[in-house]
Every structure is written in C-alpha cells, then in structure tokens.
C-alpha cells in the first residue's frame, strides 16, 4: 500500500452556506401575455378549424403555469397588513440609521488631541 501525497492532503474546507439563493429571473416578458393564445383561438373559430381544441389546451396550460409563478413568489402569503407592518419596521430601521451615519459624520474622528 504507497502513500502518495494525496494521503497527507486533507479535504477541501466546506463551502460557507449559502444565505439565500437568488429569486429565479423572470420569463421573458412574452411569456406573460396570453393574448397571442387568445388571437390564436379566435382565428381557429373564425375559420372552423379543429385546432381549436389544441389552442385552448395550450392556454389552459399556460395560465396553470402562471399561478404555479404566483403561488411560488416570495411573500405571496403575506396579508395588506403585515406588508404595512413590515413596511413601517423598515422605514423605521432607514430613519434611524440614518440618524446614526448623521451622527457619525458630525464626529471629528481625525480630532488631534490638545497636550
């Protein structure tokens, strides 16, 4: 049995925690509109095609996709009034530590003292 170097190495140190992942970016914005889908099935019905049944699945499909999105948004859950709590707790957080930086700027941190 040879010990090579790789027996002295020891393993990479963990990776620190991950605070919080970054929301997911957004679709494009086309991903939203369902009026293309809507143009499309008044097209179908104008010319009495039998792809209308396919066009509406694929709206249908597409708003299941769009309150999945909804549902899955950050704070969703949050009632009017615990959004006016928490906003009121953060403007409070704001006033005061710009009270704080305020202060510290007024302090003369590079005062020579007088002998």
């Not at 991950?18 to 086309?30: R, T, Y």
């Not at 010319?47 to 049944?53: E, L, P």
Request: charged letters at 25%; glycine letters at 2%; hydrophobic letters at 30%.
């Amino acid at each position: 049995m040879a010990s090579g170097p790789r027996a002295a190495e020891e393993p990479p140190p963990p990776e620190p925690p991950a605070e919080q992942k970054p929301p997911p970016l957004p679709p494009a914005q086309e991903e939203f509109s369902f009026l293309p889908l809507v143009h499309d099935i008044i097209k179908c019905m104008d010319r009495d095609s039998q792809d209308v049944h396919q066009v509406l699945n694929e709206l249908k499909n597409k708003f299941q996709e769009m309150r999945k999105l909804i549902s899955s948004m950050p704070g969703i859950g949050v009632s009017p009034e615990q959004q006016q709590q928490q906003l009121q707790n953060l403007r409070e957080q704001v006033r005061t530590k710009n009270e704080l930086l305020q202060k510290y700027k007024s302090l003369c941190m590079f005062e020579i003292p007088k002998e």
